[in-house]
C-alpha cells in the first residue's frame, strides 16, 4: 500500500486520536483525584494503547515510540509495581501535550513530525518524582544561551495580555533568565499588545519552541539566538542549534531529514504556525444523519402525492419535475452519507499486517474477502480499533514462526483470512488465523492464578471466554505489539456497545477464528418487492438466486412435498400466501422466486413480482417476538409499510418432506 | 400532587393516559398488517418516517366491541424507549387529577384486568380509568397467553 492510501485515514486518525487524548485528559484529571482509582488507571492505559496501535498502523513510529514508553510505566501501576505519584501525572500531560503537538504537525503539514530523542528523555524524566534533581543535572552538563524571542499573537486572540502571561509562566519554567518587553509586571494592565519580545537564556531551546509552537493563540514566533552571547560551542553566528533543525516543522518530504543534521544550512528563525487549516470531513451525530434520513424520506413520500395530484395539470409539470429530481438528488446523498464499505477500515490492514510481520521476523499472506460488504458509517468507525487488535493479535500470538511452522507441517507462511459477508440482519466479520489455535491449558492455568477460576473442570468452551476478561494474556513476553492483555476485552466491549457479539472458534495447530456479527441497523438493501393477494412483502435481493413465472399446472406433488422441476433439478415450493395468510389468488400465471436458506435452495411462489428497489430498513423496536420472521420494515415512495421477510427464519419454520428427491 | 392525563374514549368508558407518556394523537394511519402476530397488533404505521407497531386496544383489553368505529384515532405514546400507537375511539380531553383523588382499581372494571388498571378516579361525575401503560405494552409474557404457535 503506498502512502496516498495511509493519507486518506490521516483525518480519522486526527479525530480519534483527538478523542482518544481529549478523554485521557479527562481521566488524568481524575486520577489525579484519587491515586488509587483503578478504572481512571485502566481507561488511560486503553487511551495510550489505542493511540499506540492507530499510530503504529499509521507508520508514526515517534507517537508509537512515546506511547509505549508511557504505557510501560503505566503497565507497572497496573502490576502494583509502581505508585502513581504527582510526577507521574504531569509525565503522562507531557505524552498527551506531545501527542497533541505532533498532530498539529501531521494536520497542517500532512507528514509525521519528530519527537527526538531528548524530547522523550525529557518527557520520561519528568515521570520521576525528582524533578528539581533532574533540572541541576540538566543544568550541569548543558550550557545555557540566550535568545531573542518575538512572539505573535493570533488576530482573534482576545486577551493578548493575558496570553503573555500564561507564556512567560510556561518559559519560566525552562528559562533561567527571563526578561520580556512590555515587562511582566506591566502586562496586567495593558489593553492591547501588539509585539511580545523576549530575552531568555536557556539551556533548552527545542522545548521553548515547542512551548510556543503548541501555545494557544499563538500565531508565529521567531526564534534567534543573540550573537554577543560568550558561547565558544558555536562555529556560525545566528545559526540555531542543530538538534531544533531535525524538528523543523515544514512540509517537506521525510526525506530531507538526514540531510538537515549535516547541511548546517543557516537557518536564522522560522515560523511555525499552529493554526491550521479547517478539516475536509466532520464528524455528524448519528442521530443527526438518522432525523435527516426520517426527514428525506417524509419528503420523498410527499412529493410522490404532490406528484399525483399534479398530474393533468400543465402548469405545474416543470416544478414538479424540478422536485421529483431534487428530492432524488437529496436521497441518494443522504444515503450515501451513511453506508460505506467495509473496505475502507480493510484498506490499512495489508500494510499493518506486512510491517507487524516484518518487526516478529514472520511470513504471514493476509487475503480480505468481501470487502464490498456495505455498514453503516458509525459502525465502519467503531469497528476499526477492535480489527486492529485482532488483526495485530493474530500476527503475534496466531501465527508461528517460521521454522516452527515447518516443524509442524505447515507452509512457512501463516495465512490469515479478513472475510466479510452478510448474512441475515447480520454482518460478519471473521479474522482467521492458521496458527497455534489458544492454547487451552495455559488459558486454565492463567484463570486459576487469576482467581477467575473455581475448579480445573470448566468446560473448553467457557475458557476461551476468559480471553475477553480485562487483563488477561496468556502472552509470556510484553512486545510492541501485543500481549499485554487490554486487547481483547476493549474488543468485546467495542462491539457490544455496537450491538454485536463476538465469539471465538479455536482448534490446536489449525488455528483461531474471531467471529464478528454485527446488526444491520439502518441499513440499505436491494429488495425484490412480491406481491401476494393485495399485501406487498419484500424479499432480499441477496437471498435471491433466481426468478421465474409458472403456472399451477408447473407444481407436482410427490409425497406430500409440493415440488416444481426447475433447471432439471426438483426444487422443493412454499406458497407465500400460506405463510403469510394472504387470501390466495388463483391466477393463470404465478411468480417462482429461487431463494437460498441455509443448504438448500427453497421456491416461494407469490403472485407477482413488483419490482426491485433499493430498501431502506426501519427497525420496529417495540414486540420484536413478533416480528421474527422479518428483518425489519421499508416505507416505500407512496408512504406505505412493507415488511421484509428474513427468508431463513421463515422458511426455518417450514418443514419440508423428506424424500422428495429420492 | 397532581397530574395530568390525557382522557379518551373506547365505546362508553373514559380511560386516562398520564400525559408525559403522550407523544400525541393523530388520525388513523393506513396499516400494514402483520402476518402471525396476535390479534391485538393491529399492524405497523409510518409515523413521519418511522415505523411504528399499533395496538388494538379494545382487544388487548378484552372489550367487547361491536365494528370498527368511523374516525377512529391513534394515540401515540411512548413506553421506555418505544413507541407505540393504540387505537382509541375519540380524543376528549386534558385533565388535570390529584393523586390523593386517585383510588384504587376494584378487582374487575367494565371487565378490564385490573393489572392494566393504575387506578380510577371521577371527573365530572363520570369514572375516569387511568391506564398502566408498562403493563399493556409489555408484551414478554403475551406469547403464553396468546400461544401464538
Not at chain 1, 442521530?287 to 402525492?305: G, M, R, W
Not at chain 1, 473496505?343 to 499486517?353: A, D, H, I, K, Y
Not at chain 1, 490469515?416 to 452478510?422: C, E, F, K, S, T
Not at chain 2, 382509541?88 to 376494584?106: G, H, K, L, M, R
Request: aromatic share 4%.
Amino acid at each position: 500500500m503506498d502512502s496516498l492510501d495511509i493519507k486518506s485515514y490521516l483525518p480519522l486518525f486526527i479525530e480519534e486520536t483527538k478523542e482518544n487524548i481529549q478523554q485521557m485528559s479527562q481521566d488524568l484529571l481524575q486520577l489525579e483525584q484519587d491515586y488509587e482509582d483503578t478504572e481512571a488507571i485502566d481507561n488511560i492505559f486503553r487511551y495510550i494503547h489505542t493511540i499506540k496501535g492507530m499510530s503504529a498502523t499509521m507508520g508514526y513510529a515517534d507517537i508509537s515510540n512515546l506511547t509505549h514508553q508511557a504505557e510501560n510505566l503505566l503497565d507497572e501501576v497496573r502490576h502494583h509495581q509502581a505508585k502513581i505519584t504527582p510526577g507521574m501525572i504531569d509525565g503522562f500531560f507531557e505524552v498527551v501535550d506531545e501527542i497533541e503537538r505532533q498532530l498539529a504537525v501531521l494536520e497542517s503539514s500532512g507528514e509525521p513530525g519528530t519527537i527526538g530523542e531528548e524530547r522523550v528523555r525529557q518527557i520520561l524524566a519528568s515521570f520521576s518524582e525528582e524533578e528539581e534533581e533532574t533540572l541541576q543535572d540538566q543544568q550541569e552538563t548543558s550550557l545555557e544561551e540566550h535568545y531573542r524571542l518575538e512572539i505573535e499573537f493570533s488576530n482573534d486572540c482576545l486577551l493578548k495580555p493575558a496570553r503573555a502571561m500564561i507564556v512567560c509562566n510556561q518559559l519560566a519554567g525552562v528559562c533561567s533568565k527571563l526578561e520580556t518587553q512590555p515587562p511582566q509586571g506591566s502586562l496586567p494592565t495593558l489593553d492591547s499588545l501588539d509585539k511580545f519580545l523576549c530575552i531568555i537564556c536557556t539551556d533548552n531551546p527545542q522545548q521553548v519552541q515547542d512551548i510556543l509552537a503548541g501555545g494557544v493563540e499563538i500565531q508565529g514566533f521567531t526564534m534567534d539566538k543573540i550573537q554577543d552571547d560568550p558561547s565558544p560551542a558555536k562555529e556560525e553566528p545566528a545559526t540555531s542549534p542543530p538538534p531544533s533543525q531535525t524538528d523543523v516543522v515544514t512540509a517537506t518530504g521525510s526525506e530531507e531529514d538526514h540531510g538537515h543534521e549535516t547541511d548546517n544550512k543557516p537557518e536564522v528563525s522560522k515560523r511555525v504556525e499552529p493554526h491550521l487549516k479547517n478539516l475536509a470531513t466532520i464528524r455528524v451525530d448519528t442521530e443527526k444523519l438518522d432525523q435527516l434520513l426520517n426527514l428525506v424520506s417524509e419528503l420523498v413520500i410527499n412529493k410522490t402525492s404532490i406528484q399525483q395530484a399534479a398530474a393533468g395539470v400543465p402548469d405545474m409539470a416543470d416544478g414538479v419535475e424540478h422536485l421529483h429530481r431534487l428530492t432524488g438528488d437529496l436521497q441518494n446523498i443522504v444515503m450515501n452519507m451513511r453506508m460505506i464499505p467495509l473496505e475502507t477500515v480493510f484498506q490499512r490492514f495489508p500494510r499493518m499486517v506486512r510491517d507487524t510481520a516484518h518487526a516478529l521476523h514472520k511470513k504471514v499472506q493476509l487475503e480480505i474477502q468481501g470487502a464490498e460488504t456495505e455498514l453503516d458509517r458509525t459502525i465502519i468507525d467503531d469497528i476499526a480499533d477492535p480489527l486492529v487488535h485482532l488483526m495485530r493479535n493474530a500476527v503475534d500470538h496466531g501465527i508461528e514462526s517460521g521454522p516452527e511452522r515447518l516443524s509442524r507441517g505447515k507452509p512457512e507462511a501463516g495465512k490469515i483470512v479478513l472475510r466479510a459477508y452478510q448474512t441475515g440482519n447480520q454482518v460478519v466479520i471473521e479474522v482467521s488465523d492458521d496458527g497455534y489455535g489458544l492454547d487451552l491449558d495455559r488459558i486454565r492455568a492463567k484463570a486459576h492464578n487469576a482467581g477467575l477460576l473455581n475448579s480445573d473442570e470448566s468446560e473448553d468452551s467457557l475458557l476461551t471466554n476468559f480471553i475477553f476478561s480485562p487483563g488477561f494474556t496468556t502472552s509470556e513476553n510484553v512486545t510492541d505489539i501485543s500481549g499485554r492483555g487490554v486487547g481483547l476485552d476493549v474488543v468485546k466491549n467495542s462491539i457490544e456497545s455496537l450491538g454485536g457479539t463476538i465469539e471465538v472458534v479455536s482448534a490446536p495447530n489449525v488455528g483461531t477464528t474471531f467471529r464478528i456479527s454485527l446488526p444491520l441497523t439502518l441499513a440499505f438493501i436491494q429488495g425484490l418487492l412480491v406481491a401476494c393477494g393485495s399485501e406487498t412483502f419484500v424479499i432480499p435481493l441477496s437471498y435471491v438466486q433466481e426468478t421465474d413465472i409458472i403456472e399451477p399446472a408447473d407444481i407436482q406433488t410427490v409425497g406430500h412435498q409440493q415440488i416444481v422441476m426447475f433447471r432439471g433439478k426438483v426444487l422443493p415450493v412454499v406458497f407465500l400466501a400460506q405463510l403469510m395468510g394472504c387470501a390466495q389468488q388463483t391466477a393463470q400465471e404465478m411468480s417462482l422466486v429461487v431463494v437460498r436458506s441455509g443448504d438448500r435452495e427453497v421456491g416461494i411462489i407469490s403472485d407477482d413480482l413488483l419490482t426491485q428497489q433499493e430498501i431502506v430498513i426501519k427497525n420496529i423496536s417495540w414486540g420484536q417476538r413478533f416480528f421474527k420472521n422479518y428483518l425489519g420494515s421499508t416505507i416505500l415512495g407512496d408512504g406505505s409499510v412493507v415488511l421484509i421477510l428474513d427468508v431463513n427464519v421463515l422458511l426455518s419454520g417450514v418443514k419440508f418432506r423428506e424424500g422428495y428427491d429420492g | 400532587m397532581a397530574n395530568q392525563y390525557v382522557v379518551f374514549q373506547l365505546e362508553d368508558e373514559l380511560y386516562g393516559v398520564n400525559i408525559h407518556q403522550v407523544r400525541g394523537v393523530e388520525k388513523l394511519l393506513p396499516l400494514t398488517r402483520v402476518p402471525n402476530a396476535p390479534s391485538f397488533l393491529k399492524g405497523v404505521c409510518n409515523l413521519r418516517g418511522s415505523v411504528i407497531p399499533v395496538i388494538d386496544l379494545k382487544e388487548r383489553l378484552s372489550l367487547p366491541y361491536q365494528e370498527e368505529v368511523k374516525n377512529a384515532k391513534i394515540i401515540i405514546v411512548n413506553v421506555g424507549k418505544h413507541t407505540v400507537g393504540m387505537t382509541i375511539d375519540t380524543a376528549a380531553d386534558v385533565v388535570s387529577i390529584d393523586s390523593q383523588e386517585i383510588e384504587p382499581s376494584p378487582s374487575l372494571v367494565g371487565g378490564i384486568d385490573a393489572e392494566f388498571i393504575q387506578g380510577v378516579a371521577k371527573v365530572r361525575d363520570r369514572l375516569l380509568i387511568l391506564l398502566n401503560l408498562e403493563r399493556i405494552l409489555t408484551v414478554d409474557q403475551i406469547q403464553a397467553l396468546d400461544s401464538l404457535d
